[in-house]
């Protein structure tokens, strides 16, 4: 969805939708009609099921993918030196599997 930029129009009418429904359900008195209780409810979690979704998916349309994390060479230099604790006797096995 994020291509064609709809994310941001889909948690907007989720919003509105939650802004409904939630008006509806503070309307409601403490004895009403029971279909009144099943009804009004129905606009707020349609709107949350829309909203946290498109939320979800705009912060991921929004990260940027192609670059390196920052952490990562130091990540990678404390993964070896662990490595290396762990088993410095041992010698590398090649890697290959083929036969």
């Not at 969805?1 to 008006?23: C, E, P, Q």
């Not at 979800?56 to 993918?65: E, N, P, W, Y």
């Amino acid at each position: 969805m994020s291509r064609w930029g709809k994310l941001v129009t889909l948690v907007r009418i989720g919003a509105a939708l939650m802004v409904v429904g939630n008006a509806l359900v503070t309307s409601l008195g403490f004895e009403d009609s029971a279909w009144k209780y099943y009804v009004y409810i129905f606009p707020a979690n349609l709107g949350q099921g829309i909203v946290y979704p498109g939320i979800l998916f705009t912060s991921l349309a929004t990260f940027d993918h192609a670059g390196e994390w920052p952490g990562r060479r130091q990540c990678e230099v404390q993964i070896a030196d662990q490595d290396s604790q762990i088993t410095p006797s041992l010698p590398r096995q090649p890697t290959s599997f083929a036969r």
